[in-house]
């Protein structure tokens, strides 16, 4: 991991660890573990590919990971996208916000944009409703460069 990822990642151990404390739970090693892996992942990554890379280190059932998944979730650490009907793709939260995503309809290449123009729109909707936004999904869909140039 580079730097500010492993920053990112000790600021997100830090919540959760605090999460975790307030709802009574138990910290265990293996939460640490697939924590990493989804702020090792530099891609958008479902259950299964977790499931998989973890278990290259450790013995774990699937709903262990859906479990802890469910909690980094709620704490605010981990986002989950839906693309293109397939639901549950997770990437990390801390260091990453503020951020959309175009989707190809034809390759399913998933491109991520940051635009400063996203921060302004939740700006200004918090201001006009009075409210406090804590995610946003802007997801755009259409064909890529490169496969509009295949036909
Ligand atoms: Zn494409
Ligand atoms: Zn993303």
Redesign the pocket.
């Known amino acids: 991991m580079t730097d500010s990822k492993v920053n990112h990642f000790n600021k997100s151990l830090e919540l959760l660890q605090q999460y975790i404390k307030e709802k009574g739970l138990r910290y265990t090693s293996e939460r640490k573990i697939i924590l990493e892996e989804i702020y090792n992942s530099d891609q958008h990554i479902d259950v299964e590919h977790i499931y998989q890379s973890v278990n290259k280190k450790i013995s774990i059932s699937k709903a262990t990971i859906y479990n802890n998944i469910e909690l980094f979730e709620q704490c605010g650490i981990i986002r989950k996208n839906n693309f293109l009907g397939k639901s549950n793709i997770y990437e990390r939260n801390i260091g990453n916000q503020n951020h959309g995503h175009f989707v ?1 309809k ?4 998933i491109i991520e944009f940051c635009d400063i123009r996203v921060y302004l729109i939740q700006k200004s909707i918090e201001k006009s409703l009075n409210c406090q936004i804590e995610n946003s999904d802007f997801l755009f869909q259409g ?2 460069q ?2 509009s140039q295949k036909d």
């Open positions: 190809c034809s390759c399913q290449k064909i890529c490169e496969c």
